[in-house]
Nanobody, 115 residues
């Protein structure tokens, strides 16, 4: 069955960096686009970044453009989110997302940006 397991979250100071990972299994990883979403307390889940199946095209929310980078390693069945210049407003639970015939979500990883 499809599994998406996020890791790499934590507490970081404003201006710091984190790299999130999402390890995928149970499907042909290289055949599908992947995305990262986030949900802050009291807010709706929002799309952060997407990457095509081959990694050749990416898209970002305006709020993270030029600070975050999505990438993938199809040999390792893993998608990454490199987050630089973190701001307090980046605090959220970050989720990995896959859409095939249905939608799949990981369990999420908490990112807290605080002095």
């Amino acid at each position: 069955q499809v599994q998406l397991v996020e890791s790499g979250g934590g507490l970081v100071q404003p201006g710091g960096s984190l790299r999130l990972s999402c390890a995928a299994s149970g499907f042909i990883f290289s055949a599908y686009a992947m995305s990262w979403h986030r949900q802050a307390p009291g807010k709706e889940r929002e799309l952060v970044a997407t990457i095509t199946n081959g990694g050749g095209s990416t898209n970002y929310a305006d709020s993270v453009k030029d600070r975050f980078t999505i990438s993938r390693d199809n040999a390792k069945n893993t998608v990454y989110l490199q987050m630089n210049s973190l701001k307090r407003e980046d605090t959220a639970v970050y989720y990995c997302h896959l859409v095939t015939a249905r939608s799949y979500w990981g369990q999420g990883t908490q990112v807290t940006v605080s002095p």
